[in-house]
């Protein structure tokens, strides 16, 4: 079956760093274009960044561009957000997302991010 294992999230103070991974299985990886969301309290979930299958299109919501790194492996099955200078309003839970056309679309169960101030 689908699994997701998110992991790297935690509490770090403004101006660090994290680096979030998410592994998968059970789908075809690689046919897939990869995606964080994040969800802060009381907000809707955003999107955040996308990687396409082959890693030649990255997208990201201007807030992380310049700060914020998306990549994969295929290899691996494994998407990767490499956040620097974080600041509070980066706290929120962070999801990844798997979605391909004509197939089921998949979400991870998502890692918290806390920046302290």
């Known amino acids: 079956q689908v699994q997701f294992m998110e992991f790297g999230g935690g509490l770090v103070q403004a101006g660090g760093s994290l680096r979030l991974s998410c592994a998968t299985s059970?789908?075809?990886?690689?046919?897939?274009?990869m995606s964080w969301f994040r969800q802060a309290p009381g907000k809707e979930r955003e999107f955040v960044a996308s990687?396409?299958?082959?890693?030649?299109?990255?997208e990201y919501t201007d807030s992380v561009k310049g700060r914020f790194t998306i990549s994969r492996d295929n290899a691996k099955s494994t998407v990767y957000l490499q956040m620097n200078s974080l600041k509070p309003e980066d706290t929120a839970v962070y999801y990844c997302?798997?979605?391909?056309?004509?197939?089921?679309?998949?979400w991870g169960q998502g890692t918290q991010v806390i920046v302290s101030s």
């Open positions: 990687i396409s299958k082959t890693s030649s299109t990255l």
């Open positions: 997302k798997a979605r391909a056309a004509l197939r089921p679309t998949y």
């Open positions: 059970g789908f075809t990886f690689s046919s897939y274009e």
